[in-house]
């Protein structure tokens, strides 16, 4: 079947039934939008194609559960959010590094030392993407910007125990994913 002339609505139930073809024209369809969308909003063009595949793989790995009525809103809205997502954790990173550097003056390091951390920093950031948003948000909140747990539950307004729970699963499996690495 040639979907370049069927409509978004037909795509849509393709996609909920599997079929990668549909897939494949949805992202032929939007890719350049959500790129230049994401230009627009990060500036860095290696960054927003990293972006964009995220909110593409999101959308494949939830394609079952889609209850979609315009495609276009759907994934610019995903990009948007996503973009704000990394703008945020950016802006958590370079704290955290500004941090470090007042609190720590004398702790000097070497080129290679400094490379090993930017890594593991970089290795934690794209780990820690695979967790669901909320999990990531509990964890940065935190881990990096030092909230308690009952901090964090009345600020994304979610019982204090899933907080735990979620805050719980990400360090245990992050611990598990770099434990060879530490």
């Known amino acids: ?13 393709a996609l909920v039934e599997d079929d990668s073809i549909a897939f494949r024209e949805i992202y032929q369809r939007y890719c350049k939008k959500m790129v230049l969308m994401g230009l627009s909003k990060v500036g860095d063009q290696d960054v ?6 995220d909110v593409f793989l999101r959308l494949w790995e939830r394609r079952r559960l889609l209850r979609v009525d ?29 941090y470090a550097h007042v609190e ?8 290679d030392e400094q490379l090993n951390v930017e890594e593991l920093m970089g290795n934690i950031e794209r780990r820690l993407r695979q967790f669901p948003e909320k999990a990531q948000q509990i964890f940065r909140l935190h881990k990096l910007e030092y909230k308690s747990t009952k901090e964090i539950s009345c600020q994304i307004n979610m019982p ?3 907080v735990e729970h979620h805050l719980t699963l990400v360090v245990k499996a992050l611990r598990l994913y770099f434990k060879d690495y530490l």
């Open 48 to 53: 927003v194609e990293g972006i964009v595949q």
């Open 1 to 13: 079947m040639n979907y370049q002339s069927v409509s978004d609505e037909k795509l849509i139930l």
């Open 104 to 111: 720590f003056p004398y702790a000097v390091c070497s080129a």
């Open 160 to 162: 204090q125990r899933t």
């Open 70 to 98: 315009n495609m276009e809103a759907y994934l610019i809205t995903a990009m948007k959010y996503a973009c704000i997502n990394h703008i945020k954790s950016a802006m958590v990173h370079e704290k955290y590094v500004s």
